[in-house]
């Protein structure tokens, strides 16, 4: 793999993203492609998760990099966000999207493939032999992605006790879920109760998981 640029100082960029605002429209696109050429790194560090999906790393920085280019022609300094945290979304957004745009025509394509012949000659493609569906890789890293998120902020938003609750009920590190009156008769509360406490968790954690995946 190719070795990038080392990322711009939080100077240098704030500086770079002025002078592209500008009015100067040349300085504005020579600014422009250093805020890109600097920020490949980045580009790659997304593109990692997905090693393993099917392409090629090389491919998946080319795609990569058009959701950078997206980010920051559309990065706005006054919204208070950081250009990296703005970008990487921008990024990986764009690879999911091309992920799942060739996802049904490239699963369509290998189902009817053919694969050899029947003992009577007859053609015979993967779909008349396929017994278990197969692993959706992009989407299995989606939602360990979610997953991940998640649980950081069951740690970040809840107190100790809606934690603890959120956990027994939905079996988080341990073998098993409880149910609402289980958690109280553990506890020494009533059913409803545990359920008052669970679903102001809910939304504690439903609120925080949209800020986080929202981009502005």
């Known amino acids: 793999m190719k070795t990038f640029q080392q990322p711009l100082t939080s100077q240098e960029e704030t500086g770079y993203l002025s002078i592209m605002c500008g009015e100067d429209r040349e300085a504005a696109e020579k ?47 006054e919204k208070g966000n950081r250009l990296g945290t703005y970008a990487a979304k921008c990024i990986d957004n764009e690879l999911l999207m091309m992920f799942r745009s060739r996802k049904k025509s490239t699963r369509e394509v290998s189902l009817y493939e053919p694969i050899g012949t029947d003992k009577e000659g007859n053609e015979i493609n993967l779909l008349d032999v396929c017994v278990q569906e197969q692993i959706d890789v992009v989407e299995q890293l989606d939602n360990n992605e979610k997953i991940c998120k998640i649980s950081a902020l069951i740690e970040k938003v ?59």
Not at 172 to 192: F, V, W
């Open 158 to 216: 809840l107190d100790d006790r809606e934690k603890e609750i959120i956990q027994l009920r939905y079996g988080l590190g341990r073998e098993k879920e409880m149910t609402q009156r289980e958690i109280g008769n553990m506890k020494g509360i009533s059913r409803s109760y545990v359920s008052r406490i669970e679903k102001k968790a809910l939304e504690k954690l439903r609120v925080a998981f949209q800020k986080d995946i929202k981009i502005v």
């Open 31 to 77: 600014a422009r492609q250093i805020l890109i050429e600097r920020n490949l790194r980045l580009v790659a560090h997304v593109a990692k998760k997905y090693i393993g999906a099917g392409e090629d790393m090389e491919d998946l920085i080319s795609i990569g990099t058009i959701g950078l280019i997206k980010a920051i022609s559309t990065f706005r300094q």
